[in-house]
């Protein structure tokens, strides 16, 4: 599941609601992501993410990363902060393409921040 | 008498329309919304920085990879003669009709893949790790950068056309929950460094944020990168409007409001003023995966209107038309 929106899994939050067994991922749902900082609306941003998922047979996890990537490479105009994902789910789930997944194998969570862009 | 001056009149007067249709110049096409300041609208120039004097628009070439260079990209990703395929850049992130597409399964049995567009000067390659699989000997950041250089060497960059700053920090971390505690295994681990490089042209940026971006993991493992690197050649060379010309474009309306982050050209008509706080040339590239005639030079202005900083973007050269009032 991915929810485009600012600070979803921001790592504090995430630590925090771990430490109380609040994880929002079920053992149905493979994983679980969005931006874990500030992120910007990008015209492009859609076309990317599902141009990425569809043509390249990427994970899900990169077309995403991917797309944010290559939209604000292309129009930064006003981004100062470093944008990133966070991802958490699964790590049988984390290869997970449009064509090849996976069940969860549910042994154990993992929570993976990946860097989307860095400004000037 | 007067049909042959007359005939040579009207083939030169064609003449020129022809030219001035086919320049370059007069088909630069910034994105963005249009910027029409109200009338008398004070624009003040409080810009310190120097331009150059004159600027090239250039014409891009076909045939940005030379064949040492697919060679090697081609060795970079593990791949060989039985691995390509063409296709018709249609289904692919990259649009060129001469796009060479390789396919195979790496190390850990996941797709692996690379994309080479030699018509718009551009490369992508990802080789999908197992995120079960053991992370260790992740390259340092100086590492890093040192890995990249070598890559960006072999891929045929001249080194002399990158910006001196690089981008560092594009990596990834990694947290595990233990099943049985359900407390975290131990602090983030970096499992990928990523890096990127600026191209410039005559000493000026580009539109785009990088031209190489290249990711490590576990022993300097190449999980992806991707090039953008047109070929292009000199085709015009215009001088670069003084201040009071670049004002002049955008009083009447020549300049645009490009998407950005931060103010709205809502924001920006409330104001009673505008200044000009900063100018920083900039060659237009496109979105770096599409063809594109030529590459134009334009001006990335930072302005201020009251209390709210906003950029417009405006021409930059001086040619028949542009800068007069």
New interface residues.
Partial sequence: MTIMACNVLRPANYTSMNNASKIPVNDNLHFLMGPSTYAWANSRLGKYYANYLVYTNQTIINALAGAITDSYTENSTGITNTVKIGVSGWTSCFNDTLKEYNDPDLLGLQYNEKTCFVPP | MFRAPLIKISALIGAIIVSVINSPAQSLRL?GESFQPPTNFPIVWKATNDLPSGLWIYKVMPEAFSAAVVSNAMRIGHFEMKDVSRTSGE???LKDKHLIYCYNRNEYG??R?L?IAPTIGAM?Y?S?R???ATVEGVPTTEETERLARDVLFQLGIDRSLLGE?V?????????????KT???TGP?QV??R?I?FERRIDGIPL????CF?IHFGSHGRIE?F?LRWRNFLPSESHRTLTPTEIIGMIKSGRSVF??????SEFDVSRSKALTVVKITPRYFN????EWIDFIYPYA?LEMAAGTVT??LHCPILFYEGIGKK
């Avoid at chain 2, 496109?286 to 995966?289: L, R, T």
Wanted: glycine letters at 10%; charged letters at 30%; aromatic letters at 10%.
């Fill in positions: 994105e289904q692919s992130p996941k797709p893949f994309y992508e990802g999908q197992d995120y079960k700053k981008r560092k920090g594009y990596d990834e971390t990694s947290t595990k929950v233990d099943p359900h407390q975290l983030p499992v990928v990523g990127s539109s785009e944020a990088w971006l992806d991707k490009p998407p950005q982050v931060g103010a496109g979105s770096g995966k990335d906003f950029h």
